[in-house]
């Protein structure tokens, strides 16, 4: 008690006010007070194992966890979630634990908290920094109405992939655009005050090279080098970090032969040490006694040593360092100095979230009855959900017009839970918006047809979807109604849970009987409008594809899927949306990205010594950067500038050419000179501007190069500024050959 009321001390007013020093001093006061056991307790994370606004759990693992909680054995946990919840939970920490030390609480909070948002690679796709940063902010103000303090996203790896179910989660395969949205959403999350109650800590995940796992398989090996990691892996990571990231996630993978979460290369060198990033490591979820698995670690014992020695801060449910960091101090194989390293890092997170001077900051009942599925969220996830839609196909079909005989089909079409995507924190299934009703609201008198169901039983975060490969009722149906109108709209595509963790698929073809579906719809119907769903590229082989009137990508909309992809195809929203990753033709190509090193003998060629296949083409179906418009846009011949500071102008003119108003995201690539620190790719992109453009107008675009955006780096990690002939594209998209331009760097 009296040292609850020693303690009180610390939970001073407003926290913002108070700066990083003190912060320091106040963070040392506390340490002071602290045992050896209560130290690692502030560096073990739990998953919420009771429910605290029941009865004290009478026996079992719950009962064990709740008297470790206690003890002080416990600085985080995640998955709670609701001010109810948090608050008892905080109140065991804060009154019954001899220090009072509150819990932080983290949760997935990816795309959105129960009001959904785009999947983060559809957001990727809309190009827009300040939208992406916008519905991350959004986000924060839904979670920590809810009481959650830290959520685990940004997840900012690059991959090439689309196999990998969690491609679903990132930004895409370039480290440019991949950097540019990692800072826009540790910005949102975290605004300019974490101490703000309507704020929460961003972690960027996972260190690192998580998006490279073999086979595109989850959880697999990785292997890949230095360079790799320097000039692909690591950009958005650094960009995060200089974003001010509060915290970072350990890959479930390893580099070099190392499991990230023993990595002290990664941890203690690059993040700590040379980016002297200041926050802290949390490990991912039993990563640390996955090390047994990997071959790493003979017990958990040695497994939370080594964690704790390579940097990495906080356990995340291995209940290792609970269990086994306080005899590995004592018996002096882990410095104690390690352990206090990570408390200082976990402390100035619980400071800098205001948490000593408040620790139910984020529990208002009443924010949280008038924040949550709020009106304003609603209407941004709409409008986000409608700049993420890529068009990929269009033959003079869209938009649709009102008075247009349409009827609309596929499994998707009155689906509500599998548009919502993969994360979805507190959103119950069922409560997305379908495509029928989006569309009922232009045409009240739609006509309508499932077709062949796509998949049947469990739709949960941890149970596998059945997938229909045999049951084809309601194809005849579907069909008769396709062929009584005029245009045949489609829905088809992946559920939510066919992306995301653990929802790797060898074939990247649309699940089950739809594509047979949409094969035999297309045979027979001149006018057939795909609206694809999905988490990751897909495949549509060129057989059905090129007959397709149209073809829009609305991924994983969210809560606004319906609407949003209604608006889209009558044209109430000119689509923007832009491709962050290629669509390969076959699985085969993968891993495939726009940036890919060339070799030395770059294909294709009609002789047989060059790097191609010999039964597809190298180029994918869409290329990063890809997407259209219903306007139309030229671009003028590009022209240089080089200015004596080595800084290089380079600038467009585009214009709309058509009769809308549209947006056109103007990409710049470059092809970097020859240089003895290491190869570049074909291309890279360098930078982009979105240009709005009014029916008929012209626009200048002008995009600065400073000798810094010509560089890479060696695979030691050293940065090299270009030198020799650059030759830099002003495209539309990562595949477009004109518009180029060399010059000159001494
Ligand atoms: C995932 C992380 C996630 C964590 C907590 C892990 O399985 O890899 O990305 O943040 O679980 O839910």
Same mark, same amino acid.
């Given at each position: 008690m009296k040292l609850r009321l020693l303690l009180s001390l610390f939970f001073l007013p407003c926290a913002s006010l108070v700066s990083a020093q003190n912060f320091e001093q106040r963070i040392d006061s506390v340490m002071r007070l602290m045992t050896l056991d209560e130290k690692i307790g502030q560096m073990n994370q739990f998953n919420g194992f009771w429910n605290a606004t029941g009865p004290v759990p009478a026996e079992g693992n719950s009962l064990e966890r709740y008297e470790i909680l206690r003890k002080g054995g416990v600085g985080s946990v995640l998955n709670v979630q609701g001010v109810k919840e948090v608050r008892a939970l905080q109140k065991i920490a804060v009154e019954q634990t001899r220090l009072g030390i509150p819990l932080i609480f983290g949760c997935d909070v990816i795309h959105g908290y129960k009001t959904l948002t785009p999947i983060p690679l559809a957001e990727a796709a809309s190009w827009d920094l300040q939208a992406?940063?916008?519905?991350?902010?959004?986000?924060?103000?839904?979670?920590? !109405?809810? /009481?959650?303090?830290?959520?685990?996203?940004? @997840?900012?790896?690059?991959?090439? +992939? *689309?196999?990998?179910?969690?491609?679903?989660?990132?930004?895409?395969?370039?480290?440019?655009?991949?950097?540019?949205?990692?800072?826009?959403?540790?910005?949102?999350?975290?605004?300019?005050?974490? $101490?703000?109650?309507?704020?929460?800590?961003?972690?960027?995940?996972? =260190?690192?090279?998580?998006?490279?796992?073999?086979?595109?398989?989850?959880?697999?090996?990785?292997?890949?080098?230095?360079?790799?990691?320097?000039?692909?892996?690591? *950009?958005?990571?650094?960009?995060?970090?200089?974003?001010?990231? !509060?915290?970072?996630?350990?890959?479930?993978?390893?580099?070099?032969?190392?499991?990230?979460?023993?990595?002290?290369?990664? @941890?203690?060198?690059?993040?700590?040490? +040379?980016?002297?990033?200041?926050?802290?490591?949390?490990?991912?979820?039993?990563?640390?006694?996955? @090390?047994?698995?990997?071959?790493?670690?003979?017990?958990?014992?040695?497994?939370?040593?080594?964690?704790?020695?390579? /940097?990495?801060?906080?356990?995340m449910e291995s209940m290792a360092y609970v269990r086994h960091l306080a005899d590995a101090v004592r018996q002096k194989r882990v410095p104690e100095a390690r352990v206090n390293e990570a408390v200082r890092r976990i402390l100035r997170l619980k400071f800098a979230l205001g948490l000593f001077d408040d620790p139910y900051r984020y529990c208002d009942e009443e924010r949280e009855a008038t924040t949550i599925g709020s009106a304003t969220l609603h209407k941004d996830a709409l409008e986000m959900a409608k700049k993420s839609m890529v068009l990929l196909e269009n033959k003079g079909i869209l938009p649709l017009q009102l008075n247009e005989d349409v009827v609309l089909l596929g499994a998707l079409a009155n689906d509500r839970t599998a548009p919502l995507g993969n994360w979805r924190v507190s959103a119950d299934n069922g409560t997305a918006i379908p495509l029928t009703t989006g569309l009922q609201a232009y045409f009240p008198d739609l006509r309508w047809a499932g077709g062949p169901v796509a998949w049947s039983g469990i739709e949960a975060f941890h149970a596998p979807i059945q997938v229909n490969e045999t049951d084809t009722t309601g194809w005849a149906g579907a069909m008769a109604l396709a062929l009584s109108a005029k245009t045949a709209i489609v829905a088809l595509g992946e559920h939510g849970y066919q992306s995301g963790e653990g929802r790797s698929r060898a074939s990247i073809h649309l699940p089950g009987l739809q594509e047979a579906f949409l094969r035999a719809l297309v045979q027979q119907h001149p006018r057939v409008v795909l609206v694809l769903f999905a988490g990751r590229p897909l495949i549509i082989p060129d057989d059905i594809r090129t007959k397709?009137?149209?073809?829009?990508?609305?991924?994983?909309?969210?809560?606004?899927?319906?609407?949003?992809?209604?608006?889209?195809?009558?044209?109430?929203?000119?689509?923007?949306?832009?491709?962050?990753?290629?669509?390969?033709?076959?699985?085969?190509?993968?891993? @495939?990205?726009?940036?890919?090193?060339?070799?030395?003998?770059? /294909?294709? $060629?009609?002789?047989?010594?060059?790097?191609?296949?010999?039964? %597809?083409?190298?180029?994918?179906?869409?290329? =990063?950067?890809?997407?259209?418009?219903? $306007?139309?846009?030229?671009?003028?011949?590009?022209?240089?500038?080089?200015?004596?500071?080595?800084?290089? &102008?380079?600038?467009?003119?585009?214009?709309?050419?058509?009769?809308?108003?549209?947006?056109?995201? &103007?990409?710049?690539?470059?092809?970097?000179?020859?240089?003895?620190?290491?190869?570049? *790719?074909?291309?890279?992109? %360098?930078?982009?501007?979105?240009?709005?453009?009014?029916?008929?107008?012209?626009?200048?675009?002008?995009?600065?190069?400073?000798?810094?955006?010509?560089?890479? =780096?060696?695979?030691? /990690?050293?940065?090299?500024?270009?030198?020799?002939?650059?030759?830099?594209w002003l495209v539309p998209n990562s595949a477009d050959v004109a518009n180029s331009l060399t010059f000159v760097i001494d």
């Amino acid at each position: 008690m009296k040292l609850r009321l020693l303690l009180s001390l610390f939970f001073l007013p407003c926290a913002s006010l108070v700066s990083a020093q003190n912060f320091e001093q106040r963070i040392d006061s506390v340490m002071r007070l602290m045992t050896l056991d209560e130290k690692i307790g502030q560096m073990n994370q739990f998953n919420g194992f009771w429910n605290a606004t029941g009865p004290v759990p009478a026996e079992g693992n719950s009962l064990e966890r709740y008297e470790i909680l206690r003890k002080g054995g416990v600085g985080s946990v995640l998955n709670v979630q609701g001010v109810k919840e948090v608050r008892a939970l905080q109140k065991i920490a804060v009154e019954q634990t001899r220090l009072g030390i509150p819990l932080i609480f983290g949760c997935d909070v990816i795309h959105g908290y129960k009001t959904l948002t785009p999947i983060p690679l559809a957001e990727a796709a809309s190009w827009d920094l300040q939208a992406i940063e916008k519905s991350a902010r959004n986000g924060a103000t839904e979670a920590s !109405a809810a /009481g959650i303090n830290w959520t685990f996203a940004p @997840m900012v790896d690059i991959s090439r +992939d *689309p196999r990998w179910g969690r491609v679903m989660e990132g930004a895409g395969e370039d480290p440019y655009l991949g950097a540019r949205i990692a800072t826009a959403r540790v910005r949102g999350f975290q605004g300019d005050d974490l $101490s703000a109650p309507n704020t929460i800590a961003a972690c960027a995940k996972h =260190f690192a090279g998580y998006g490279y796992v073999q086979a595109g398989r989850d959880y697999h090996h990785t292997d890949f080098s230095a360079y790799t990691l320097y000039n692909n892996i690591l *950009p958005p990571f650094k960009a995060a970090q200089e974003a001010g990231v !509060a915290t970072f996630m350990n890959a479930f993978t390893a580099y070099n032969g190392v499991p990230a979460s023993a990595d002290s290369f990664l @941890m203690r060198q690059i993040l700590k040490k +040379d980016w002297a990033f200041k926050g802290m490591v949390v490990s991912d979820w039993g990563s640390i006694q996955e @090390m047994m698995a990997h071959g790493y670690a003979a017990s958990l014992q040695e497994a939370a040593e080594l964690a704790a020695l390579a /940097g990495c801060d906080m356990d995340m449910e291995s209940m290792a360092y609970v269990r086994h960091l306080a005899d590995a101090v004592r018996q002096k194989r882990v410095p104690e100095a390690r352990v206090n390293e990570a408390v200082r890092r976990i402390l100035r997170l619980k400071f800098a979230l205001g948490l000593f001077d408040d620790p139910y900051r984020y529990c208002d009942e009443e924010r949280e009855a008038t924040t949550i599925g709020s009106a304003t969220l609603h209407k941004d996830a709409l409008e986000m959900a409608k700049k993420s839609m890529v068009l990929l196909e269009n033959k003079g079909i869209l938009p649709l017009q009102l008075n247009e005989d349409v009827v609309l089909l596929g499994a998707l079409a009155n689906d509500r839970t599998a548009p919502l995507g993969n994360w979805r924190v507190s959103a119950d299934n069922g409560t997305a918006i379908p495509l029928t009703t989006g569309l009922q609201a232009y045409f009240p008198d739609l006509r309508w047809a499932g077709g062949p169901v796509a998949w049947s039983g469990i739709e949960a975060f941890h149970a596998p979807i059945q997938v229909n490969e045999t049951d084809t009722t309601g194809w005849a149906g579907a069909m008769a109604l396709a062929l009584s109108a005029k245009t045949a709209i489609v829905a088809l595509g992946e559920h939510g849970y066919q992306s995301g963790e653990g929802r790797s698929r060898a074939s990247i073809h649309l699940p089950g009987l739809q594509e047979a579906f949409l094969r035999a719809l297309v045979q027979q119907h001149p006018r057939v409008v795909l609206v694809l769903f999905a988490g990751r590229p897909l495949i549509i082989p060129d057989d059905i594809r090129t007959k397709l009137g149209a073809l829009l990508l609305a991924w994983q909309p969210g809560t606004h899927a319906g609407d949003a992809v209604a608006a889209v195809l009558l044209g109430d929203h000119n689509p923007s949306g832009r491709l962050p990753m290629t669509f390969p033709r076959h699985e085969g190509q993968i891993p @495939m990205a726009y940036n890919d090193y060339t070799g030395g003998r770059p /294909g294709p $060629s009609k002789e047989v010594f060059w790097s191609q296949y010999n039964d %597809l083409p190298n180029s994918p179906v869409y290329p =990063f950067g890809y997407g259209l418009s219903y $306007s139309t846009f030229t671009y003028s011949v590009p022209k240089l500038q080089q200015l004596p500071n080595g800084k290089v &102008v380079l600038s467009v003119e585009i214009t709309n050419t058509s009769q809308v108003a549209g947006t056109e995201t &103007v990409q710049l690539y470059a092809k970097l000179p020859a240089s003895k620190h290491g190869i570049s *790719p074909g291309r890279q992109l %360098l930078d982009f501007q979105q240009l709005p453009l009014a029916a008929g107008a012209t626009k200048k675009v002008v995009f600065m190069l400073t000798p810094g955006s010509l560089a890479h =780096f060696d695979a030691q /990690g050293q940065k090299h500024l270009a030198k020799g002939k650059v030759t830099a594209w002003l495209v539309p998209n990562s595949a477009d050959v004109a518009n180029s331009l060399t010059f000159v760097i001494d």
